[in-house]
């Protein structure tokens, strides 16, 4: 009961936000997902997703978002160490969040036209000798644009994690000797380590379910959970069937989150000496 | 604290000035006139003149909205939400719509132009009498393509975009009844088919295709088509009048075995809230000239006879655009399958799109 008089009233709003907004839906969704075209109790919607072509279907998903996740951390981090370096920080971080700000859509329409057989990256091919590719309607060029779009959700927690590390750390690893690899590997990768978790959590979860680019940049033969889902609902109405893929998606997404969740090992970890 | 009571009231006194202008300019766009109506049509189906017409002539404000497949359509009347007064959703989706009540019964004392339409699309075994739907546009399904990217190759038969030398040159319209029905018909099978052995083999062979097929989308098809991306597509007529209009050099034939013959009409929906003037809207639709140039616009083909007459006859008498009666035959109209076996349509499109090379 002292539990309860600690929780002061101005939460209420933030509770009723929860239970309205996030355990709802989710029950909805969990509902939903037991029940068949007729409005009938049914488990055959989960039996449906382990035949071969959800199964398939989950596993290229995985597949997918694993190369679009990597990539990104390849990019990102060397990116987000060069920045904590710069002059203006803020200047540069704010330049790679500004195309964030622009419409999916949009900017997937602009690939079209970027990757068309007569658009620039071909006219650049062609500069150099070769034929004109295809490369619109490629696990490329989906990719491509995937980790583009992606890039600055990588960029932004391992930024924060770099800066916030205090250099007297460095200093301290250097003048007792580590070289500058085993500084890395020994000091600043382990103290950034969650700024790499939470930038995979916010690329990882969502490249699962990309559904406009996978038409509009992979043509459609990329099919994610996401593409299936959205089907389900809108073209075949099969709300069970849909729901029921989305509870998978909630079960991946929650497992995820334990994986790369923050491990707490007492304050010294993240703590900048102060 | 002081600063977040004033960023906070900040944001109160601009919504609120923006709340306002929103009602401002409201308010002044629809004074005159009995009220408004809210039209729901497939993307690119209307002259935008038209609609200006309309408000001008009526005194009646349209809101118009768009949507891109007939479920998505059905889905957002059924939950309520907007009350849309006029739809146009194609011909096995009204048998759905009736089936479920969702459509309001049309008042012909209230349509004179409806004499202007062929009575060939009247009548129709979706809905006898014409009790709840206005035929608006109707068209086939086809191959449009570009000769000068191709080395001769021809259109006759659906088996034709199996050949070898078109190595991702194929683009394949998004929609499950329109792809298996190709493969159902390429075998000579009904469009319409729900024997699981037919459709199963109409998957296997599509699977076959998957070397050429370079992608499958929507709408985008046009633009692709348009600046020479592809070179063949599986669409609708419509779609492909519309890349005619800017790149002469495509053609469109609808092959032999047979394909879609498909109607789209103006309907009611049960929650219409203007049915008044979602009528004076269907008859003004309805008009000849107004028909003639919707069709010009638009592109797919016309049931209004009166507007035929008005409009040019290399267009009308286009036998790729307007196949005679006899060609007709060789058509199928799709029937309402039911949702279960959709899904079966759907899950097979599926099995297809993960079994394409990439």
Redesign the interface.
Known sequence: MTNRSSRPWYLAPYYIWIVLFVIAPIALVVYFSFLD?AGDFTLENYANFFSS?YF??TL?SFWYAFLITLISVLIAYPTAYWLTKTKHKQLWLLLIIIPSWINLLLKAYAF?GIF???GPANQLIQFFGAGPL?I????FSFIFVAVYIFIPFMVLPIFNSLDKINPALIDASRDLGASQWTTFRRVIFPLAINGVKSGVQAVFIPALSLFVIT??I??????TLGT?IE????????WG?GSTIAVFLILFMIIIMLLTGPKEKGGALNGKAK | MKGIIRASAAIVIISAVLFYAVHLLESSSATSGSGSISVYNWGEYIDPELIDQFEEETGIQVIYETFDSNESMMTKVEQGGTSYDVAMPSEYAIEKMKENDLLLPIDHSKLPNLDNIDPYFLDLPFDPGNEYSIPYFWGTVGIAYNPTLLEGQTFENWDDLWNPTLEQEVILVDSAREVIGMGLNSLGYSLNSTDLGELREATDKLKTLGPNVKAIIGDEIVEMMRREEAAVAVTWSGQAADMMWINEDIDYAVPEEGSNLWFDNMIIPSTAGNVDGAHQFINFMLDAEVAAQNADYVGYSSPNAAALELMDPEVTGDERFYPTEQMRDRLEVYENLGLEMLGVYNELFLEFKMDMEK
């Open positions: 075209l072509t398939r279907m290229s079209i068309g057989l007569y295809q619109l309607f490629t696990d038409r509009l992979a043509g459609n033969k990329v099919i299936a089907q389900q609902f809108l073209v075949t109405q099969n069937m």
